[in-house]
C-alpha cells in the first residue's frame, strides 16, 4: 500500500543513532541540548524544550501557563485530541472555534464574534490553540491581536507546520503566542520515532517545562534534591535527540519535496471533480498532508473505499472534535450546526498520499486510482 505519509531515513541518520549508541549517554546527556539549540535556532526562538511527544509539549506548556480548573482552553474542532486533551488533564475545560472551510484553520472571524459573546458572559478562555491545519499556518497576526485585546495567551499547535511560515517568519518564532509545539512523529517532515518540542521566547516558562518534564525535580548540592509539584516523564532520549538533529539539517530538502509534489498534484488535478487545497502553489505551507475535497460525504466515503482497495492509503483529517466521546462527557452540548465551516470541510475532506519518498511513479497511482473512482462519479472526469 502506498500510505498517506511515511518516514525518509538514510544512512546520516543511521550513523548518528549509532554514534550515541556506542559511546552514550542514552539518555539526560547532552545530545538532547543540541538538538534544542538547533531547533531553536532554525526557527528563530529563544529556547526550545524536547520531550517525548507533541500531546506532552501541549500538556507542559498548559501546566507552565498555570492553566487549571475553572479555566477555559479553546481550540480548533478540526484537529487531533491532544489539543483538546491537554486543557482536561489540567482539569480546566474545552470549547471549540469554528473553522474557515477554505483551508481548515480557525477562522479570526469566527473567534472575535465569539469572544464578544464569551466576554458578556464573563467565560473568556484562558489559552488558545490555534492549529495549523495540513501545514498552513494559521492567521496569526489577526488571532494575535485578539489575544492582546482579549487578554488570552496562545499556544500554536504546529504538529504539522515544521518548515513552514508566517510572513517571512519560521513557525515557532512564537512571534504571537507564548509556545509553540512541533511533532517528531513518523509521518511528519522530520522524526525522532516518537517525540516533541516546545519553543518559546519565555526564559521562565521554558524553565518550568524543563522541570516538569523531568518530574520537577530541583536539585541543590550532593544527593539531595526536592520535587515542589506533580511533573512527568516526558524526556526525550538522547537516541531520538540523535536521530532529530541528523533530521533536521535534511528539513529544507524533505519541505521542498513535498511543495514540489504538492505543486504536481495541484497541477494534474486542475480541471477534475474536486477542490485542491486553497493556495496550492504557496510555499508558505510545510505542507504535512494534502487534502482534496469531494462533492459530500456520500462521494467521499465512495471514494475512500474505492482508494482503499486499490492499496492507496488516503485518509480523513479529522472527525471534528465535538463528535467524540470524551469532548460530549464535559457535559456541554455541541451541536454541530454550530460549527458550519468544520461539518462543511469534515464532509468532503480526504487525505492523498504525501511525503519526501513519494515517486512520480507512486504519484501516478495515485492520480490514476482517483480518477478511476470519481470516473464511477463523474464520466467526464479528465484522464
Not at 507564548?178 to 518559546?200: D, N, Y
Request: proline content about 6%; overall charge negative.
Amino acid at each position: 500500500m502506498i500510505p498517506y505519509g511515511w518516514h525518509d531515513i538514510d544512512e546520516s541518520d543511521i550513523a548518528a543513532v549509532v554514534e550515541v549508541l556506542r559511546h552514550g549517554p542514552l539518555t539526560q546527556g547532552t545530545t538532547v541540548e543540541r538538538f534544542e539549540q538547533a531547533m531553536a535556532a532554525d526557527c528563530q526562538s529563544q529556547y526550545a524544550v524536547a520531550c517525548n511527544s507533541a500531546s506532552s509539549g501541549l500538556l507542559l506548556a498548559c501546566r507552565a501557563l498555570e492553566l487549571g480548573p475553572g479555566d477555559w482552553l479553546w481550540t480548533s474542532p478540526i484537529t487531533f485530541a491532544a489539543s483538546a486533551t491537554c486543557a482536561l488533564h489540567c482539569g480546566a475545560r474545552v470549547d471549540l472555534v469554528d473553522v474557515d472551510p477554505a483551508t481548515g484553520n480557525l477562522s479570526p472571524t469566527a473567534l472575535a464574534c465569539k469572544l464578544a459573546e464569551a466576554q458578556s458572559l464573563g467565560r473568556l478562555p484562558r489559552i488558545l490553540v490555534p492549529v495549523h491545519y495540513a501545514g498552513r499556518p494559521c492567521d496569526m497576526a489577526a488571532i494575535g491581536e485578539l489575544a492582546q485585546h482579549f487578554g488570552f495567551a496562545i499556544i500554536e499547535d504546529a504538529a504539522h507546520a515544521l518548515g513552514a511560515s508566517d510572513h517571512g517568519q519560521p513557525v515557532g518564532a512564537c512571534r504571537y503566542s507564548q509556545a509553540t509545539v512541533f511533532s517528531f512523529h513518523p509521518v511528519k517532515q522530520i522524526t525522532t520515532g516518537e517525540g516533541g518540542m516546545v519553543l518559546t521566547n519565555d526564559a521562565e516558562l521554558a524553565a518550568r517545562m524543563a522541570r516538569l518534564r523531568t518530574h520537577d525535580i530541583r536539585r541543590t548540592e550532593g544527593w539531595h534534591y526536592s520535587i515542589e509539584e506533580p511533573g512527568y516523564n516526558f524526556r526525550l532520549t538522547d537516541i531520538q535527540a540523535a536521530l532529530g538533529l541528523s533530521q533536521l539539517k535534511r528539513l529544507p530538502d524533505f519541505v521542498a519535496r513535498r511543495r514540489c509534489l504538492a505543486r504536481r498534484y495541484h497541477q494534474r488535478l486542475s480541471g477534475w471533480p474536486l477542490m485542491t487545497p486553497h493556495g496550492s502553489d504557496d510555499d508558505s505551507s510545510a505542507w504535512h498532508l494534502y487534502v482534496i475535497r469531494l462533492g459530500d460525504q456520500g462521494e467521499r466515503r465512495m471514494v475512500y473505499e474505492a482508494m482503499r482497495a486499490a492499496e492507496i492509503g488516503v485518509q480523513v483529517h479529522y472527525i471534528p472534535l465535538y463528535r467524540q466521546p470524551f469532548m460530549q462527557a464535559q457535559g456541554m452540548t455541541f451541536d454541530p450546526k454550530a460549527f458550519p465551516g468544520a461539518e462543511s470541510f469534515y464532509a468532503s475532506a480526504l487525505t492523498l498520499p504525501l511525503y519526501p519518498g513519494l515517486t512520480h511513479v507512486d504519484q501516478e497511482s495515485v492520480l490514476e486510482a482517483l480518477r478511476t473512482a470519481l470516473s464511477a462519479l463523474h464520466p467526464a472526469t479528465p484522464c
